[in-house]
């Protein structure tokens, strides 16, 4: 009869309008909820080249009842001009608690070159002001104009896998502070797969060899989270990477430019090694593996 048409129409047009009013939520209350899933806590990487590995990286989320704080520190012999160059890089962003950028700082410190660092913060809601510091030169500062949210590049993945539970296929669209280009782009990623890993939480110090190693592994699912580079123009190949993200947005494996792949296990396997093996690091560069 006509009433139970009428009633299917009806809950069809309900379940078109709620899966309208998820896909079309505003970005502002998006990462709001994210923000309500942020757990506290680090995790560290060992940095490899070809299998080899050439440093150390970490992230450290904190959280209070008024910010959330997001800190990454990477840390390798770069192999650079046919020979390896130490280089340091320290991120610090400051974000509310509703997952909208405050403030930002970056210091990258190399070898043969004083530091460089930028800040930047948000001003009334609108202006993100820009600060570079060069030694020997005064201080370039810009100002861009923002509207609404906006994240930078190494937050992307906390983003995607807390808005929602992620799986293959998934899309996300973010607005994106791209430092090469100076300009915020809507940037698109895609999951491409899931798999699982198994990871070192814990290690034991092996007394024969004086080195760590695994004490206790996890089994982590995770999700591979890849630029959908036809959608987003980019200003440099290396400015996204390819991540692979568990459910609560940490990085379990993460590939940037010139075979540098980054993986997640325990501290001691990541760095006290990497610290222990520096007298049997070789000093020279095969051509391949330079990143010129």
Do not use: C
């Amino acid at each position: 009869g006509r009433i139970p048409v009428d009633i299917l129409a009806l809950w069809l047009v309900g379940l078109a309008a709620l899966a309208r009013g998820e896909l079309f939520r505003p970005m502002s209350e998006r990462l709001a909820m994210a923000a309500t899933r942020v757990a506290p806590g680090g995790t560290y990487f060992a940095v490899h080249q070809d299998g080899e590995q050439i440093g150390f990286a970490s992230t450290m989320v904190d959280t209070t009842e008024a910010s959330i704080v997001v800190s990454d520190y990477f840390v390798a012999e770069l192999p650079v001009a046919g020979r390896y160059q130490r280089a340091s890089a320290t991120t610090r962003i400051d974000l509310s608690r509703s997952l909208r950028l405050r403030s930002f700082s970056f210091r990258l410190e190399a070898a043969e070159s004083g530091p460089v660092e930028t800040t930047g913060a948000i001003v009334d809601d609108s202006t993100l002001v820009l600060a570079t510091m060069v030694p020997g030169t005064p201080p370039d500062t810009q100002r861009l104009k923002v509207s609404g949210p906006v994240l930078l590049p190494t937050l992307v993945p906390l983003a995607a896998a807390l808005t929602e539970r992620p799986a293959v296929g998934a899309r996300y669209t973010f607005p994106v502070f791209d430092p090469l280009a100076m300009r915020v782009t809507d940037v698109q990623m895609v999951v491409r797969a899931e798999s699982l890993f198994v990871v070192a939480d814990s290690a034991r110090m092996n007394p024969r060899t004086e080195r760590w190693t695994a004490a206790l592994q996890d089994t982590v699912r995770a999700w591979e989270l890849v630029p959908d580079t036809a959608a987003t123009p980019v200003s440099h190949p290396a400015m996204y990477l390819a991540w692979w993200v568990d459910e609560l947005g940490r990085v379990v494996d993460a590939r940037q430019a010139a075979g540098i792949r980054l993986e997640r296990t325990a501290y001691e396997l990541a760095f006290e090694n990497w610290r222990l093996s520096a007298a049997d690091r070789p000093r020279h560069v095969a051509a391949q593996r330079d990143i010129l």
